[in-house]
């Protein structure tokens, strides 16, 4: 029955237009539709929680809201936009200061190669036949 599957609709005021009012006019005339909707209505307010007292809903706010902090009003994203620029400004400014000491011009690397180079080969090779003549 079609008015039947609309007493759902219509209950929960989910039946709109022509189709509303033609339920309506159908729900005049039938008694047993008309019972059907006042118990799910019944049902309805019967699992309605109720509301709490207005003295236990104050006594709960009273505990649970918190004090407003000194900070509280403060808009942090100026003073972090600053924070931040003033930590760049710093690093450039202290990076200035310091010459980079891992530069090397190649002039002095062909001068460190050509005056240890030599040695090193020297000390390497007389270790690699120690080594060799313990083996």
């Not at 005339?29 to 209505?41: G, H, P, S, W």
């Not at 930590?87 to 202290?94: D, M, N, R």
């Not at 002039?107 to 180079?117: D, G, H, K, P, R």
Request: hydrophobic share 45%.
């Amino acid at each position: 029955m079609k008015y039947c599957e609309d007493l759902m609709l219509y209950a929960s005021n989910e039946l709109e237009g022509g189709r509303k009012a033609e339920f309506e006019k159908h729900l005049a005339q039938c008694a047993a539709c008309r019972a059907e909707l006042a118990l799910i209505r019944r049902t309805d307010e019967s699992l309605a929680p109720a509301a709490a007292p207005a003295h236990v809903v104050d006594a709960l706010f009273a505990k649970t809201t918190r004090r407003k902090s000194f900070f509280a009003g403060w808009n942090w994203k100026p003073a972090l936009a600053g924070t931040a620029l003033l930590g760049v400004g710093l690093f450039v400014v202290l990076a200035g200061l310091h010459p980079d000491k891992a530069a090397f011009d190649a002039t002095e690397v062909i001068a460190y190669m050509s005056e240890n180079l030599d040695e090193e080969y020297l000390n390497f090779s007389n270790d690699l036949a120690l080594f060799e003549q313990e083996f």
